[in-house]
């Protein structure tokens, strides 16, 4: 049971969940997405539950160094990825993951990025005013390991890896993130319509 002071900020997390899922990029059960609450904890949804109906009863407290407030409840293996993002970026505020048919598909494409440029929803990102701009993301391969994984990540994090707010694995999906839960939306909203724009030119390309 998700505390009361948290209430606010679990019912936003379940619509965002909900419409991610009505839009097909969680499919059965997959996904994960959280919320920083305060300085060393943050919301997440809890492993094995269908997004496209979460409640706040699906979501947990957990600290940054992975320990549940409830033992009782259980985290999305993926949660090492989560909060090594809290941890190496004082700013962010929200982690959403998705799993759509574009990013996965994409993400096999490509090799250690996936550029983007001459698309008006780069200013969806924070920071950009100009479809001019050229923007790489990173695609790093997928790996059951999430400990090291996450290792991954925190390197490149070090390495100012990150030009815009998120990540490709490898046939497996998009990590982003934001200040706050809305500005996370936003991100994650401009990465699958790019994503879903850089696929359909593939398959035209082709036809």
Not at 5 to 31: H, I, K, M, N, V
Not at 60 to 69: E, F, K, R, S, Y
Not at 145 to 160: S, T
Request: charge should be negative.
């Amino acid at each position: 049971m998700t505390p009361d002071r948290y209430a606010d900020d679990a019912r936003a997390l379940c619509r965002t969940c909900q419409s991610f899922g009505e839009r097909g990029w969680c499919r059965a059960t997959s996904g994960n997405f959280s919320v920083r609450v305060d300085e060393s904890s943050c919301l997440i949804t809890q492993s094995g539950k269908d997004k496209s109906q979460l409640t706040v009863d699906d979501l947990m407290i957990l600290d940054l160094d992975g320990h549940p407030a409830d033992p009782g409840c259980l985290p999305s293996a993926e949660t090492p990825v989560h909060t090594c993002l809290y941890r190496m970026g004082g700013a962010i505020g929200a982690v959403l993951h998705t799993h759509s048919i574009a990013s996965t598909l994409l993400s096999r494409k490509v090799g250690s990025q996936l550029k983007f440029s001459g698309f008006e929803m780069q200013k969806a990102f924070s920071g950009v005013t100009s479809h001019e701009t050229e923007l790489a993301i990173p695609v790093y391969d997928n790996n059951q390991d999430m400990e090291a994984l996450a290792g991954v990540i925190e390197k490149a994090w070090h390495e100012r890896a990150f030009a815009a707010p998120g990540f490709l694995i490898r046939g497996h999906g998009l990590y982003a993130w934001g200040k706050n839960l809305e500005e996370a939306k936003r991100h994650v909203e401009g990465f699958e319509f790019l994503f879903e724009c850089l696929w359909n030119e593939i398959l035209a390309r082709t036809s």
